[in-house]
């Protein structure tokens, strides 16, 4: 499969622009012209409309996409409940919310046949998904493609982040390809398969509860993933910035329409819906993934990390990391996100008399970071890719005492910072982690260490 896969990926076509009314048909003709829901859809089609929010919010805020569909999503068994595996949803409450700063390892690698959907791993989160307010933290690690079965959640959007192995998505509106320094946004509702493009023998098997496929060779997919409860992500205004900037609208990628195969339009198919925390099963006569025409502007998008133009001093000072926001998802208070995608991307560093990495801090926000690949100029060691480090709101935190060191005496000529690919996921309500992200084996107990020997060099 991951043959198939790479070449599908490899020949992918998209449609461009961030928030665009899109619109894409694999049939000519299937689209329909002047209505959006005609008497007698096209080519015997079903016309359905999915909404990503209130009919009556306003219009910059509308996401909604029209889909003509060879059966409709209504047609179905009743969905039962299954096992959660290691995915937990907001309100988090197993444990307290700690002020300590923390941080892990890599995911263990997962057990042969393990699939995206059975390989996510919750770290933490906040809020409530019932009441669409706050996010999750999860971690995947899989070895295996999704066979037969397509994953949806009705809890938020996911915005996936790759560290290690690529991914094809088969979404309900068509294929999109993410690999490590790129990042995918599947809209809340959005049905998909997640297959590997980077193994070699994840072929066959039926699936189960602990995913499907006979494992693989190879390093195992890793990557992270934000579960985003409350308004959809959007593009941070610029203000003083001006009118371009960080992440540009038409450098997202949404896909243009295509539907099962044959062979795989009518074969059972497993659907599991996440929905207020649970997981909910359903086993189709046949696949949902059978939308041949759509419109709309709530639709999965692909963005590489390495087209965000960064920003920064020329003068002096490090600026704040708000400047590096790719995504942010507003709360009811401007400027007060319920959550920021932040990525630390290559730039120069040229400020004068600048200490360069980022300075100690601490913040009314809560910041989770993970890194994709190579190091991160704030921490020398022990913050490796596919990792990741928690600071909750106030928690005093920043370069490590090498990192210190070593910035402090720098000879400060012009600096290209491009052997590393960080992101940041900061959200404005401390985040709890789970009670098997506290007691996990990866779990870093030494952190702390890492600022010992911050000696006193004051004197009177």
Known sequence: MSEQARKTAEGLEYLTGFGNEHSSEAVPGALPLGRNSPQRAALGLYAEQLSGSAFTEPRTHNRRSWLYRIRPSAAHPPFTRIDNGALRTGPFTELPADPNRLRWNPLPDPAPGTDFLAGLWTLGGNGDAAQRTGMAIHLYAANASMTDRVFSSSDGELLIVPERGGLLLRTELGLLAARPGEVALIPRGVRFRVELLDTDTDTGGTPTGSGSGDGSDRAPARGYVCENYGQPFELPNLGPIGANGLAAARDFRAPVAAYETPDLLDRPTQVVNKFCGNLWSATYDHSPLDVV????????????????????????????????????????????????????????????????????????MSEYMGLIEGAYDAKAEGFVPGGGSLHNMMSAHGPDRETFDRASAAELQPQKIDDGLAFMFETRWPITATAQAAGAEHLQRGYDDVWQGLQRHFRA
């Not at 996100?337 to 932040?342: K, M, S, T």
């Not at 990495?357 to 009314?364: E, Q």
């Open 293 to 364: 025409a759509w419109h709309g502007t709530h639709v999965p998008y692909v963005y590489d990390l390495r087209r965000f133009n960064v920003l920064g001093s020329i003068s002096y000072d490090h600026p704040d990391p708000s400047i590096f926001t790719v995504l942010t998802s507003p709360s009811d208070t401007p400027g007060l996100a319920g959550v920021d995608f932040v990525v630390f991307a290559p730039r120069w560093l040229v400020g004068e008399d600048t200490f360069r990495p980022p300075y100690f801090h601490r913040n009314v």
